[in-house]
Nanobody, 123 residues
């Protein structure tokens, strides 16, 4: 069992930055790929970024490349998403995800979800 708790969301002006954090608890955290998805009202939950246990493989959605950086600190059981140059279209609830799959780029590949943290980017 893995429990995920996100933090760091909020309201930011376009062009600004936010850093999301996800703390994972549970004895089975070791070996999990961690990632982030996002969902806006009426829109399908979509992949943002993922990082494997060792950090040897990192994946980004096209919309995130060049602006977002995912990282993890296994000693702290925490994964981060640094978001720079935010745009209004980034507005969504961001969900932390944990998966046994090494590339959980669709929601069905995710084994555990956090409750989400809201990000709002104003024009």
């Amino acid at each position: 069992q893995v429990q995920l708790v996100e933090s760091g969301g909020g309201l930011v002006q376009a062009g600004g930055s936010l850093r999301l954090s996800c703390y994972a608890s549970g004895r089975t955290f070791s070996g999990y790929t961690m990632g982030w998805f996002r969902q806006a009202p009426g829109i399908e939950r979509s992949f943002v970024a993922a990082i494997t246990w060792t950090g040897d493989r990192i994946y980004y959605a096209d919309s995130a490349k060049g602006r977002f950086t995912i990282s993890r600190d296994n000693a702290k059981n925490t994964v981060y998403l640094q978001m720079n140059n935010l745009k209004p279209e980034d507005t969504a609830v961001y969900y932390c995800a944990a998966a046994l799959s090494t590339r959980p780029t669709i929601a069905r590949e995710v084994d555990y979800w956090g409750q989400g943290t809201r990000v709002t980017v104003s024009s």
